[in-house]
Nanobody, 126 residues
Framework: QVQLVETGGGLVQAGGSLRLSCTAS????????MGWFRQAPGKEREFVSA????????KTGDSVKGRFTISKDKDKRTIYLQMNSLKPEDTAVYYC???????????????????WGQGTQVTVLL
């Protein structure tokens, strides 16, 4: 069974940076898109950023534009989230997700993300 494993979370001071990674365990892995979501305590899950897997294209949420950058390495079956200028409000569990089924004629934030990692905690201190 394909698994998504996130790494790179931790504690960081406000203004600092972290780089998250998510790797699919199976070499046969393919998807329409892979991306990142986050959920803070008491808040609903929020779309962060996603990339099309075999096509050009990406989308990033307004709250992190200019600070977070998503990238992919298809050979490594991995996506990354470079997070700069971190703020306390970025504190959340960050989840990697993959959309392996359709539809694909939708905004990246609305793809059917049917595979999820366990999440990695990001805590930003004042």
């Amino acid at each position: 069974q394909v698994q998504l494993v996130e790494t790179g979370g931790g504690l960081v001071q406000a203004g600092g940076s972290l780089r998250l990674s998510c790797t699919a365990s199976d070499w046969t892995f393919s998807a329409h898109a892979m991306g990142w979501f986050r959920q803070a305590p008491g808040k609903e899950r929020e779309f962060v950023s996603a990339v099309r897997w075999s096509r050009v294209g990406s989308k990033t949420g307004d709250s992190v534009k200019g600070r977070f950058t998503i990238s992919k390495d298809k050979d490594k079956r991995t996506i990354y989230l470079q997070m700069n200028s971190l703020k306390p409000e970025d504190t959340a569990v960050y989840y990697c997700a993959a959309a392996t089924v359709g539809p694909w004629n939708a905004p990246l934030s609305d793809f059917n993300y049917n595979m999820w990692g366990q999440g990695t905690q990001v805590t930003v201190l004042l």
